[in-house]
């Protein structure tokens, strides 16, 4: 038994994740038949694992308001029923489903993938950088969407230096293409 982490990530075409304006992702936001395609993987994630600000974003699924339509409250549901791990030194608490981690990350996040069987995703870019340097993340997905956003948060921390293998391509709704890649062994 052993968990496989992926880092999936929308990204524009000039590899951001989120504009440099505060408060503005500036990427699409994934309408219907898009949204299914992420509800059914966080159906097939077994765990999710959040930095403290990326939880704080999507705590927003704890509660979605009554009127969101149904394919939002079926990634709701799904999100919800998934146990999470939230890695922060200044959380106190966490949210239904979920436990904190405030120290030795490196061994708790080893022990997770040791102690867990299927997928795992690592939500936010501070944490997938950790966790790429540590070599525990086994899939990298990119969602990328057809916009250059010229700045902003990149989905692979600046400097860190990797070799990829492809795993796939695929064309998804909404002009998204998903590319897939794992680690190159060493």
Not at 20 to 36: D, K, M, S, Y
Not at 88 to 117: F, H, I, M, Y
Not at 165 to 170: D, I, K
Request: net charge negative; charged share 25%; hydrophobic share 40%.
């Amino acid at each position: 038994m052993a968990g496989r982490i992926f880092y999936g990530f929308a990204v524009s075409v000039d590899g951001y994740i989120a504009s440099a304006q505060p408060g503005e992702i500036g990427l699409p936001v994934p309408e219907e038949p898009l949204h299914r395609h992420f509800n059914v993987m966080q159906e097939r994630t077994v765990l999710n694992l959040y930095g403290r600000s990326m939880y704080e974003i999507m705590s927003y699924w704890d509660a979605p308001p009554a009127e969101s339509p149904p394919y939002e409250q079926e990634y709701a549901r799904a999100w919800q029923s998934t146990p999470k791990v939230v890695i922060s030194t200044t959380l106190e608490r966490v949210g239904p489903n979920a436990r904190l981690v405030k120290t030795d990350v490196e061994r708790s996040v080893r022990q997770l993938k040791t102690e867990t069987n299927g997928d795992i995703e690592v939500n936010g870019a501070k944490l997938a950088a950790s966790l790429v340097r540590w070599g525990l993340v086994d899939e990298f997905r990119l969602y990328v969407m057809p916009v250059v956003l010229g700045g902003g948060k990149p989905y692979f921390e600046a400097g860190l230096q990797l070799e990829l293998t492809p795993l796939g391509v695929e064309s998804l709704p909404q002009e998204c293409t998903l590319l897939r890649f794992r680690p190159k062994a060493k």
